[in-house]
């Protein structure tokens, strides 16, 4: 399975952008798929992260700004980020996991760039 992010850029705060993450290849009935963010010196942290059921679950920081979705016809999962803060900052990563046939499986994309200026 590969992902592949897009929607990264430069934005001032306040602003809004979304990410996109499209999985493609041997691509099956995906579980969880999620994005978790890297800031400069720092550990790479959960944002959000959704089933397929379409549950949903946040990172205190990303909650009422942040939104996720996915399609599932597409393999796609999406992070909609609105009011953005420089502290926003950071390479966003898709990642998708789960079981499949009792063994588990953990993909991550490329990462994109997100920079909120002040």
């Known amino acids: 399975v590969q992902l592949q992010a897009s929607g990264g850029g430069l934005v001032q705060a306040g602003g809004s952008l979304r990410l996109s993450c499209a999985a493609s290849?041997?691509?099956?009935?995906?579980?969880?798929m999620g994005w978790y963010r890297q800031a400069p010196g720092k550990q790479r942290d959960l944002v959000a992260i959704?089933?397929?059921?379409?549950?949903?679950n946040y990172a205190g920081s990303a909650k009422d700004r942040f939104t996720i979705s996915r399609d599932n016809a597409k393999n796609t999962v999406y992070l909609q980020m609105d009011s953005l803060k420089p502290e926003d900052t950071a390479v966003y990563y898709c990642n998708v996991a789960g079981l499949r046939l009792g063994r588990p499986y953990d993909y991550w994309g490329q990462g994109t760039l997100v920079t909120v200026s002040s």
């Open positions: 290849g041997n691509v099956f009935s995906l579980d969880r």
């Open positions: 959704i089933g397929r059921d379409g549950r949903t």
